[in-house]
C-alpha cells in the first residue's frame, strides 16, 4: 500500500499555506463522474469536465493539493523522459512524434489556462537546455537534435563554446528547447478548483474512499464519512496512490530529492533563467522561483522506503548543494528549504491514461514520469474525450495495452 509520498514541510505548502476552505462530503450524492485526487491531475481534469457541461464530484482523503502536487518542483516540458530518439525505437516514429507533439501542444494549453485563473499560479514561460555532461554523451544529444529538428521541433544544437558562452560550467553538448515553463502547482490547482467550483463542480476535502461499488451502468463510491457517491463513471486521478488501485505492476517507484535556495538578489541567475537538467542517470535540473529562489533536485534512489527515504534527506541535501556550486560557483547557493518525494517512472517514459477492462467503469489518469504536470494536462484532454462519448485518436497511445507499429 502507498499512502506516504513525501516528506513533510514542502516548499509550496510553506509557503502558501492554506489557501482555501473546503468541505468533507457528509450527505449522498449523485453526479455524471466523481474523481478520486485533489491534486493537479483531478483538478485539471475536473476543469476540463466543467467546462463541457459535464457534472462533476471530486474527492480527496487529504486537504486539496497536500499529496504529490505540493512535492513536486513543477518544472514543466514538452520533454518526455524517453528521449524522441529512443521512443522512436519503443514505439515506432508515427506514434513517439505523436507522444512529443501531444506533450507539446499540452505545456501550451497549460500556458492558455493559467492566466484564466482568479490566482498568481505563477506561470511563467522560459526556454529550456538540457546538457551532457561527458564527451561520450556528445552522439546522445546531436541524435535527438537530428530527431527533432526533423519533424518540426523548436530546437538548437550548441557547442562547448556556445555552452560556456552562456553557463559557467562546461558541457561538451547541449540542447537548447523551448518552450518550457515553470508554475506554482500548489497555486494552479486551487485555481483549477475554485473555477470548477463556480460553474458547479462539488469538491470534497478530508473525505476518504472506502470503496469502490461497481454496478451494472454506474459507480458507488463508499467514502470515509459514511456518504455515497453514485456516478456514472469514477476517475483515479490520486498521483502515485493511483497504484493501489490498478491490479498490476506498471512502473518503477523511485525516491527523489529538491532543494529550494533563500531568494537571491539577482533577477537573473544564469541564461534567461531557463530551466535545465543533464544526461546523467539519474539527472538533476534546476529553475528558478518569482520570489527569486532556485530549485535544485535529483539524486534519485530506486525503492520506495519511507523511512530510508526521509533518513536520506540530510545526505542527500549536501550532496546537491555541492552540485549547485560546483556548476554555479558565484551564485550563493543557501539551502531554506529541502524535501524528499516518491517519483514514478514508466519503461517508455509515458503516462497510462484510460480504462482497464477488469475495472467497470473506472478511468485512470497517471501522469508519471518527470513531466506529471504536462502529462496531466494531456490526461485532462484525452479523458474528457473519452468520458462525454467521443473518439480520441491518440488514446490508444498511452492506454494500458498500447502497443508499438
Given at each position: 500500500m502507498i499512502t506516504d509520498i513525501r516528506t513533510e514541510s514542502p516548499f509550496w505548502l510553506m509557503?502558501?499555506?492554506?489557501?482555501?476552505?473546503?468541505?468533507?462530503?457528509?450527505?449522498?450524492?449523485?453526479?455524471?463522474?466523481?474523481?478520486?485526487?485533489?491534486?493537479?491531475?483531478?483538478?485539471?481534469?475536473?476543469?476540463?469536465?466543467?467546462?463541457?457541461?459535464?457534472?462533476?464530484?471530486?474527492?480527496?482523503?487529504?486537504?486539496?493539493?497536500?499529496?504529490?502536487?505540493?512535492?513536486?518542483?513543477?518544472?514543466?516540458?514538452?520533454?518526455?523522459?524517453?528521449?524522441?530518439?529512443?521512443?522512436?525505437?519503443?514505439?515506432?516514429?508515427?506514434?513517439?512524434?505523436?507522444?512529443?507533439?501531444?506533450?507539446?501542444?499540452?505545456?501550451?494549453?497549460?500556458?492558455?489556462?493559467?492566466?484564466?485563473?482568479?490566482?498568481?499560479?505563477?506561470?511563467?514561460?522560459?526556454?529550456?537546455?538540457?546538457?551532457?555532461?561527458?564527451?561520450?554523451?556528445?552522439?546522445?544529444?546531436?541524435?535527438?537534435?537530428?530527431?527533432?529538428?526533423?519533424?518540426?521541433?523548436?530546437?538548437e544544437l550548441w557547442d562547448e563554446a556556445k555552452v560556456g558562452k552562456h553557463f559557467p560550467f562546461a558541457a561538451p553538448a547541449a540542447l537548447y528547447t523551448a518552450p518550457s515553463a515553470t508554475v506554482d502547482p500548489y497555486r494552479l490547482t486551487h485555481g483549477l478548483l475554485q473555477d470548477a467550483i463556480k460553474r458547479g463542480a462539488m469538491i470534497y476535502d478530508k473525505t476518504g474512499v472506502e470503496r469502490i461499488e461497481r454496478l451494472a451502468k454506474s459507480v458507488v463510491i463508499h467514502t470515509s464519512q459514511g456518504a455515497k457517491v453514485r456516478a456514472k463513471k469514477a476517475i483515479i486521478a490520486c498521483g502515485y496512490e493511483s497504484v493501489n488501485y490498478i491490479p498490476r505492476k506498471l512502473a518503477s517507484l523511485s525516491s527523489s530529492y529538491a532543494l529550494v535556495s533563500e531568494p537571491i538578489a539577482a533577477k537573473e541567475m544564469w541564461f534567461e533563467n531557463?530551466?535545465?537538467?543533464?544526461?546523467?542517470?539519474?539527472?538533476?535540473?534546476?529553475?528558478?522561483?518569482?520570489?527569486?529562489?532556485?530549485i535544485f533536485g535529483g539524486?534519485?534512489?530506486?525503492?520506495?522506503?519511507?523511512?530510508?527515504?526521509?533518513?536520506?534527506?540530510?545526505?542527500?541535501?549536501?550532496?546537491?548543494?555541492?552540485?549547485?556550486?560546483?556548476?554555479?560557483?558565484?551564485?550563493?547557493?543557501?539551502?531554506?528549504?529541502?524535501?524528499?518525494?516518491?517519483?514514478?517512472?514508466?519503461?517508455?517514459?509515458?503516462?497510462?491514461?484510460?480504462?482497464?477492462?477488469?475495472?467497470?467503469?473506472?478511468?485512470?489518469?497517471?501522469?508519471?514520469?518527470?513531466n506529471g504536470i504536462t502529462f496531466s494536462q494531456l490526461a485532462a484532454d484525452i479523458l474528457t474525450d473519452l468520458l462525454l462519448g467521443k473518439k480520441n485518436k491518440d488514446a490508444e497511445i498511452f492506454s494500458f495495452d498500447r502497443k508499438t507499429d
Open positions: 509557503k502558501n499555506g492554506y489557501l482555501e476552505t473546503y468541505f468533507s462530503l457528509n450527505e449522498n450524492i449523485n453526479t455524471d463522474f466523481v474523481i478520486i485526487g485533489g491534486g493537479i491531475s483531478g483538478a485539471l481534469l475536473a476543469w476540463s469536465l466543467i467546462q463541457k457541461g459535464a457534472g462533476v464530484a471530486l474527492l480527496d482523503r487529504r486537504h486539496m493539493a497536500m499529496g504529490s502536487t505540493s512535492a513536486s518542483t513543477a518544472l514543466l516540458q514538452y520533454d518526455i523522459d524517453r528521449t524522441l530518439h529512443e521512443l522512436i525505437g519503443i514505439l515506432g516514429e508515427k506514434k513517439a512524434v505523436r507522444a512529443y507533439k501531444l506533450s507539446l501542444k499540452a505545456l501550451e494549453d497549460l500556458e492558455k489556462i493559467a492566466p484564466k485563473l482568479k490566482i498568481d499560479n505563477e506561470f511563467e514561460p522560459r526556454p529550456s537546455i538540457r546538457f551532457a555532461k561527458l564527451k561520450k554523451e556528445v552522439p546522445f544529444i546531436e541524435k535527438e537534435f537530428e530527431a527533432r529538428k526533423k519533424h518540426g521541433f523548436n530546437v531557463c530551466t535545465f537538467w543533464n544526461t546523467s542517470d539519474p539527472y538533476t535540473y534546476g529553475r528558478t522561483t518569482k520570489d527569486n529562489r532556485i539524486e534519485d534512489e530506486p525503492f520506495y522506503d519511507p523511512a530510508k527515504r526521509d533518513k536520506l534527506l540530510d545526505a542527500k541535501t549536501k550532496k546537491l548543494t555541492k552540485q549547485f556550486e560546483q556548476m554555479f560557483p558565484d551564485i550563493p547557493f543557501k539551502v531554506d528549504y529541502s524535501w524528499a518525494g516518491t517519483f514514478i517512472e514508466t519503461e517508455d517514459g509515458l503516462p497510462y491514461i484510460g480504462a482497464i477492462k477488469q475495472l467497470p467503469h473506472t478511468y485512470f489518469a497517471l501522469g508519471y514520469g518527470g
